[in-house]
């Protein structure tokens, strides 16, 4: 809020359209050189110029359920899809999607989510490496991965050096709890964020969202606090799931649980809000998921203990 209050005097000029004071605070997070840093207006709009690109080949693999902007992304440049379908059924820790490794795939993308939304799984880093070699291009979103602590995240930003066909898309919206900020980012080989930068418009990141970005990059004790409350939280909060009636929590790694739940998703989102003022994510925007599973938002220990009060009440 401070950052953006003095940044206030500055909107009478146009933003640095190379937003070199943000790459170089990313930069310095994640000790890789600034070319190969692009922010975008949320990863949302990266994963626009992402699309066009996986569009221009055979095909993407992408695990499903998979979020639906990448839909929206691939579809958006007629770009092929090729799903790889998780075994919901299978259970943890068998939540793995069978991505294929052939020579068929050295002309097709892959994309894929880690910690993936919506299971909130989380893949080792170096099962991920055998899919470099094999895939034109790979994309993975890290998106929920600031939220576990430095020394269990997976996350594979330390290999685009070496590999000129990873790009590494993250985002301020959920660690930060900023969606409305609209800041995210692409870490990749410059040659593919030139191309972005060519293909998109000049300014997609405001001042505002760009001053209020480096002050939270900066906010070590919001990281430390929120590394240190979570996952016991996370952990309390699927021991009390457990132990209610037609609900099976998956162990998830990031701030959200997909829950398998007997009664039908969308009539335990409407039981929560109307009686208890609570709302819930329904998995109706997943096809693969349906009535079947909610979403739950892991937050304060207290705000966990009325969910599951009120779920308790309900089921
Ligand atoms: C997996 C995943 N990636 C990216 C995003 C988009 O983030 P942003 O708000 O930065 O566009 C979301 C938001 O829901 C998400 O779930």
Known sequence: ????????????????????????????VHGLPMDWILPGNGAAELLTWIGRELAQLDTTYLVTPAFADYHRALSAFDGHVTPCPIDLAAGPPNLVAPIPVSPQT?????????????????????????????????????????????????????????????????????????????LGYAIGHPRYLHRWQRWRDPWPVNTLAEAAAIAALQDHTFQQQTWAWLPPSRQSLIAGLQALPGLIPLPGAANFLLVNTEMPGSQLQRALLQSHQILIRDCLSFPELGEGYVRLAVRLPDENDRLLTSLAQIL
């Open 1 to 28: 809020m401070a950052a953006l209050a003095t940044s206030l005097n500055h909107l009478q000029a146009y933003p640095d359209p190379g937003y070199d004071r943000l790459r170089q605070s990313l930069s310095e």
């Open 106 to 182: 050295s002309a097709c993308g892959l994309l894929l989510n880690n910690p993936h939304n919506p299971t909130g799984t989380l893949m080792p880093r170096d099962d991920l490496l055998p899919y470099l070699e094999r895939f034109a291009l790979v994309v993975v979103d890290e998106a929920f991965m600031d939220f576990l602590p430095p020394d269990q995240q997976q996350s594979v930003l330390d290999l685009v050096l070496d590999w000129p066909n990873l790009i590494v898309l993250r985002s301020l919206t959920k660690f930060y709890s900023l969606p409305g900020l609209r």
